[in-house]
């Protein structure tokens, strides 16, 4: 099936070919699901496609296929691998909105997102979020956050967080 061969592409890194099949899919008026973009989404992240994720997320929006936890996951996950961390804190406000549950994933790449580029205020804030929506931290939250001060030289607010 095509959302075999898109979760192959996904596993094998290859982004193009995952988005080439979503679009051959489209064409041949085959249904296009959750699944599928997810799928072609994640392997867009794990090669730093971030723009053709958004992409694909416009197709989604386009098709009215319902997002999920893996697709903002997978969506705050690429943006933020790309600097886009406030197109990453977008996701989470949109994610909320639709009632789409988050989870540790989820706010650990928006938090990445924010510490790859040092923002560190806008990292604790996502902290206290996932606090206040009893999601759990671990050890790569902590690294993350941790990384956003460093990037600063905000070395005080570090130590205060540990």
Do not use: H
């Amino acid at each position: 099936t095509f959302n075999t061969a898109v979760s192959a592409c996904e596993k094998g890194g290859a982004w193009r070919d995952a988005v080439r099949l979503v679009a051959e899919m489209e064409a041949s008026c085959v249904l296009v699901d959750t699944i599928t973009c997810n799928a072609a989404i994640s392997a867009c992240d794990n090669c730093g496609e971030w723009i053709q994720a958004l992409g694909l997320l416009a197709t989604m929006q386009g098709r009215r296929i319902d997002k999920s936890t893996i697709t903002y996951t997978a969506a705050v996950s690429a943006v933020g691998k790309g600097g886009a961390w406030p197109v990453a804190l977008y996701f989470l406000i949109e994610m909320q909105a639709a009632r789409v549950e988050s989870n540790t994933r989820t706010y650990n790449s928006a938090v990445s997102a924010c510490g790859e580029e040092g923002e560190w205020v806008q990292a604790f804030q996502l902290l206290s979020d996932m606090a206040a929506a009893s999601v759990q931290m671990n050890r790569f939250t902590c690294v993350a956050a941790v990384s956003a001060c460093e990037k600063r030289d905000a070395w005080a607010q570090a130590l205060a967080f540990l």
